[in-house]
């Protein structure tokens, strides 16, 4: 089993910046893949970017030039920097993880934007 839990999400003016984490506990050592999904309200929850136990990093294409996900040096938690927030960026974003145990998510955290 994998356990993932989310912080840093909040209420940010357009414009600025804000660094999501995922925690990653439990069996860490089976997972291959990390990544980010976010979820605008009626909406189909979307993929945002993939971090690979080698470090390999993939972004969609609507978000590349705004988003940076890495992983501390352990490889336990993982980072979704967005940067020049826009109100579209508003949504819950999820953390998953892809092992060989299967896939998990965590509970989300909330990014509002305003404008």
């Known amino acids: 089993q994998v356990q993932l839990v989310e912080s840093g999400g909040g209420l940010v003016q357009a414009g600025g910046s804000l660094r999501l984490s995922c925690a990653a506990s439990g069996s860490i050592f089976s997972i291959n893949t990390m990544g980010w999904y976010r979820q605008a309200p009626g909406k189909q929850r979307k993929w945002v970017a993939t971090?690979?136990?080698?470090?390999?990093?993939n972004y969609a294409d609507s978000v590349k030039v705004r988003i940076t996900i890495s992983r501390d040096n352990t490889g336990n938690t993982v980072y979704l920097q967005i940067n020049s927030l826009k109100a579209e960026d508003t949504a819950v974003y999820y953390c998953?993880?892809?092992?060989?145990?299967?896939?998990?998510w965590g509970q989300g955290t909330q990014v509002t934007v305003s404008s």
């Open positions: 971090i690979t136990s080698g470090a390999s990093t």
């Open positions: 998953n993880a892809i092992s060989t145990l299967g896939a998990y």
